[in-house]
């Protein structure tokens, strides 16, 4: 007995019934089939092909970079010297960084502390002028 599949990358009754049906639906959907119909065949291959680019990627990047717990981010050049002064250098940078990230949060304190005065000030302004001071009712409230 023939194992086939009803539904292949071939002009069968099957793939074409799908792809009128899927034209009718919704036009991509009748274009992805009339374009599995014509190169499915190759998309062993081309699945294939992607896994395998896909590996030799993860691989490179794999052997090119260290575990970013703590080593270096990079690989070693070779040179020890360059090595070290790369790594005093992305210290340098880190700590700068640090000090960046600790002047912008001063500053948005900062910023917070300006925004909650000028909003006391729009406050207190509002009630002075949401009840005169010889008004009874605001005297007893």
């Not at 302004?125 to 409230?141: H, L, T, W």
């Given at each position: 007995m023939k194992n086939a599949a009803l539904i292949r990358p071939a002009w069968t009754p099957a793939t074409i019934a799908l792809m009128v049906i899927g034209f009718i639906v919704f036009w991509p959907l009748g274009l992805?089939?009339?374009?599995?119909?014509?190169?499915?065949?190759?998309?062993?291959?081309?699945?294939?092909?992607?896994?395998?680019?896909?590996?030799?990627v993860m691989n490179a990047a794999r052997k090119g970079?260290?575990?970013f717990d703590g080593g270096s981010?990079?690989?070693?050049?070779?040179?020890?010297?360059?090595?070290?002064?790369?790594?005093?250098?992305?210290?340098?940078?880190?700590?700068?960084?640090r000090k960046l990230d600790e002047a912008k949060a001063e500053f948005?304190?900062?910023?917070?502390?300006?925004?909650r005065a000028r909003d006391r000030q729009e406050f207190d302004?509002?009630?002075?002028?949401?009840?005169?001071?010889?008004?009874?009712?605001?005297?007893?409230?």
């Open positions: 992805a089939m009339l374009a599995y119909i014509i190169w499915g065949d190759r998309l062993d291959g081309f699945k294939k092909d992607v896994n395998a680019t896909t590996d030799n970079f260290r575990n981010v990079y690989r070693s050049s070779g040179n020890a010297a360059f090595d070290e002064w790369r790594d005093q250098e992305l210290a340098r940078l880190e700590a700068e960084r948005e304190l900062h910023m917070k502390e300006l925004r302004r509002f009630m002075e002028g949401r009840s005169p001071k010889g008004d009874s009712s605001a005297d007893q409230a």
